[in-house]
């Protein structure tokens, strides 16, 4: 008589990218309006919530120019996003108006996801620190990364999945396990915290205090702005105006 047959391990999967969806949201530049208008309208303010945003564009620029920072705050997104967990351990840095709920390896098998650079991350950092610039790396030093990174995320998953067959534990098994792994959570945001974040996640050529992001966190980041700006067109473009920092 055969023994009994043993699940086969989940094959590991290596991506390059990262995902970000915006699950439900409550924003617009409306939201700016009624709130900033409160201050001399009162209850009258309201009426901004059926009018066309449009037409009080310049509002909306003076209190992004101005640093009036508390409109912004009026609104609420969330979003879904899947990435590698050494993005979330700088995403986390962010406190102030976000709120996370991450999946958790106590109480759930991890899944072999992995993140392995493409072809376009530049690989080499030259410069010391403060002056540092990134540069392409060779075909042969993305050869090795993605052999290497592979090979040691193979490696971990196996001892992984070796102490949850003996038994153990998932949250003394997932020590193992490398930052490189994909989690996910949601985060919830407003528009001011989110400009905050990225101001300092992405590098862009309005920006007037210029940033430094690791490309990875940049991704996620240039991902939820373009939903932002979605939602949020007049206040998007006020912020890229005024140097693409938080009021």
């Given at each position: 008589m055969s023994?009994p047959?043993?699940?086969a391990?989940?094959?590991?999967?290596?991506r390059?990218d990262?995902?970000?969806?915006?699950?439900?949201?409550?924003?617009?530049?409306?939201?700016?309006?009624?709130a900033?208008r409160v201050?001399?309208?009162?209850?009258?303010?309201?009426e901004?919530?059926?009018a066309?945003p449009a037409?009080?564009?310049g509002l909306i620029?003076y209190?992004?120019?101005?640093?009036?920072?508390?409109?912004?705050?009026?609104n609420?997104?969330?979003f879904?996003?899947?990435?590698?967990?050494f993005?979330?351990?700088e995403?986390?840095r962010?406190?102030?108006?976000?709120?996370?709920?991450?999946?958790s390896?106590?109480y759930?098998?991890?899944?072999p996801?992995?993140?392995?650079?493409?072809p376009?991350?530049k690989?080499?950092q030259?410069?010391?620190?403060?002056q540092?610039?990134?540069?392409?790396?060779?075909?042969?030093?993305h050869?090795l990364?993605?052999?290497a990174?592979?090979?040691?995320y193979?490696?971990?998953y196996?001892a992984y999945?070796e102490m949850?067959?003996?038994?153990?534990?998932r949250?003394v098994?997932?020590?193992t396990l490398?930052?490189?792994l994909f989690?996910?959570m949601?985060?919830?945001c407003n528009a001011?915290?989110?400009?905050?974040f990225?101001?300092?996640?992405?590098?862009h050529?309005l920006?007037k205090?210029?940033?430094f992001?690791?490309?990875?966190?940049e991704?996620?980041a240039?991902?939820?702005?373009a939903?932002w700006?979605r939602?949020m067109?007049?206040?998007?473009?006020a912020?890229n105006?005024?140097?693409?920092?938080?009021?």
């Open positions: 023994g047959v043993e699940a391990s989940p094959t590991p999967v290596f390059s990262v995902t970000v969806e915006l699950v439900k949201h409550s924003a617009s530049d409306r939201d700016v309006l009624w900033a201050s001399t309208a009162g209850e009258q303010s309201l901004e919530l059926d066309d037409r009080s564009q620029n209190l992004m120019r101005d640093r009036h920072g508390s409109p912004f705050e009026h609420s997104m969330t879904f996003v899947s990435a590698p967990i993005v979330f351990r995403f986390h962010h406190r102030v108006g976000f709120s996370y709920n991450e999946e390896g106590r759930r098998e991890l899944q996801v992995f993140y392995v650079p493409g376009d991350r690989l080499v030259q410069g010391r620190p403060g540092y610039v990134f540069v392409e790396g060779t075909p042969e030093q050869k990364v993605t052999e990174m592979e090979r040691s193979r490696d971990s196996a999945q949850l067959a003996a038994g153990v534990a949250e098994a997932r020590a490398p930052v490189g989690s996910s949601y985060a919830t001011r915290s989110l400009m905050h990225l101001g300092l996640r992405t590098k050529e920006a205090v210029p940033s992001p690791q490309r990875e966190i991704m996620v240039e991902e939820m702005e939903e700006a939602l067109p007049l206040t998007h473009a912020f105006k005024n140097g693409r920092v938080a009021p």
